[in-house]
């Protein structure tokens, strides 16, 4: 819905050949965030793997926060994120609002994805220490990606390797893996997080690059698709190649969640 924003910028600034711009656009071209084949292809140009984190529910949470903006029921989703993994994108469950709390709810969604999963990642990064390890441990997940901060980039968990969470019911390590998330594209420039200029993002991403290649860890890279429209000069297109770049400069192994768990045995 790339449309949709700057559509209501214009319609609270009473710009109507804009908005009359925007919606003619709408019906006549194919949406920039309509990009799932284009992400797939760019990051297969940089010799790396992509990993979708589809989210199955379309409707509003009870809190009013939204959801997916496709409904990804449809035949045409269906195919479409099919034909993905046959190129050989790995799929994986975000879960919606609710979803960390509330196994069933988890499995209900994960079922609507058309091929069997692996790994688990949050909207919003929903968490509750007490409740969520319990409720992957239930579930399929074999893997999870959801611990980061939202607000900044680097190691929640002090840590840049997989491990296992502890599961306060069971007092025992969680059966599934924990892949860290480092850093997000939103937060770099969100208004309420680090917004940061173009220029600054590598340089401030450099340090914690260079602490994970010290130690051999893992670095999860999380780029909506939405920040692949070029439209997007601050945290978009630009920004993604010349983090990836960097990252191929120093011989970084591209792997996905499934590759991580073949290597950290449980």
């Not at 993905?84 to 509330?102: K, N």
């Not at 069971?170 to 969100?190: K, S, Y």
Request: aromatic share 12%.
């Amino acid at each position: 819905s790339a449309w949709k924003a700057p559509a209501k910028v214009a319609w609270r600034q009473r710009d109507w050949p804009s908005v009359g711009r925007r919606l003619w656009r709408y019906c006549t071209q194919i949406d920039a965030w309509d990009n799932l084949e284009l992400v797939q292809r760019t990051v297969a140009s940089f010799g790396a793997k992509s990993t979708f984190f589809l989210l199955p529910e379309h409707q509003r949470a009870v809190n009013g926060t939204p959801n997916a903006d496709y409904d990804l029921r449809t035949t045409a989703m269906q195919r479409r994120v099919k034909a993905l993994a046959d190129r050989g994108a790995e799929l994986a469950v975000h879960g919606s609002i609710g979803t960390a709390t509330d196994g069933r709810q988890w499995q209900r969604e994960q079922a609507q994805l058309p091929v069997p999963v692996a790994g688990s990642r949050f909207h919003y990064l929903s968490w509750e220490p007490r409740r969520t390890p319990t409720v992957l441990d239930q579930t399929a997940a074999v893997y999870d990606s959801t611990l980061g901060f939202a607000e900044h980039y680097g190691f929640r968990h002090s840590y840049c390797h997989p491990f296992q969470p502890f599961n306060f019911e069971r007092g025992a390590a969680c059966r599934f893996l924990e892949i860290p998330l480092n850093v997000m594209d939103a937060t770099l420039h969100h208004p309420n997080y680090l917004q940061l200029a173009p220029d600054e993002i590598l340089p401030a991403l450099r340090p914690m690059f260079q602490e994970t290649e010290r130690f051999g860890g893992v670095c999860t890279l999380l780029w909506h698709n939405d920040h692949f429209d070029p439209a997007n000069e601050t945290t978009g297109p630009r920004q993604f190649a010349e983090l990836m770049r960097y990252l191929c400069s120093r011989n970084t192994a591209f792997v996905n969640g499934r590759d991580i768990c073949e290597v950290v045995k449980l």
